[in-house]
């Protein structure tokens, strides 16, 4: 998995309570990216990461927040669980922007009651 | 708004005999088209990526094709192998910001002995 850790990798939580999951990289790239995986669904962008401390929306940003204080971390925090949160998140990273190749991370389950 | 439509959802096949996989995408500025790979309860690996000159890309028994005019792809496994099963996402990338990725919902592969 290039370089990419992810925790924790399974998580049950309650609707209300917030989590925060770690993604944690070792190549030193530039781009950090978080997205959701649902059956029927592509992969969706949450939000991203062009460097430290800069961030930007995906598509399906509603409910999360992101943070970036050092390159080889990006945390995603669901400041209030919902059900609908229930997913399986992807850590991603690239040297460069969306046209370069991004490397993914094991992914985190996540379950809300 | 950007799509990827992949085809078809599910496939089951015998060991040894060979597949192909379709994608079909409305993505513009089309950049490039990556294949990607997705084992059960993993992250997604790259398999091949092409951009708009190019039509064919190899890697082992896995060939991708790119029609940039009618504006589809498709992967072609050969001899395939137990290990083949996964899901097989096609992804998309238009120029311009790291958010451009746009991804299909995969074709799930089984191969069976």
């Known amino acids: 998995d290039a370089g990419i850790t992810q925790s924790p990798r399974h998580k049950v939580t309650e609707t209300g309570t917030p989590v925060t999951l770690r993604c944690h990289q070792t190549e030193n790239h530039r781009y950090m990216y978080w997205y959701r995986q649902d059956p029927g669904h592509g992969l969706r962008l949450i939000h991203y990461?062009?460097?430290?401390?800069?961030?930007d929306k995906g598509e399906v940003s509603d409910g999360y927040s992101v943070s970036r204080s050092k390159t080889e971390d990006f945390l995603l925090t669901l400041e209030s669980a919902t059900s609908s949160q229930t997913s399986v998140y992807f850590c991603?990273?690239?040297?460069?922007?969306?046209?370069?190749?991004?490397?993914f991370g094991p992914g985190t389950r996540l379950t809300v009651l | 708004k950007n799509q990827v439509e992949q085809s078809p959802q599910s496939l089951i096949i015998l060991e040894g005999k060979n597949c192909t996989l379709q994608?079909?995408?409305?993505?513009?500025?089309?950049?490039?088209l990556r294949w990607y790979k997705q084992d059960t309860g993993r992250g997604p690996v790259s398999l091949t990526i092409?951009?708009?000159?190019?039509n064919t890309k190899s890697n082992g028994r896995y060939t991708a094709t790119l029609d940039a005019d009618t504006k589809q792809s498709s992967l072609h496994i050969t001899a395939s192998q137990l290990s083949d099963s996964a899901s097989y996402i096609c992804v998309v990338s238009a120029r311009g910001s790291a958010r451009q990725l746009t991804f299909g919902s995969g074709t799930q592969l089984t191969v069976l002995p």
């Open positions: 092409m951009t708009f000159s190019e």
């Open positions: 991603a990273i690239s040297n460069s922007g969306g046209e370069d190749t991004q490397y």
């Open positions: 994608c079909n995408y409305t993505v513009s500025p089309f950049s490039n």
């Open positions: 990461s062009y460097g430290v401390k800069d961030t």
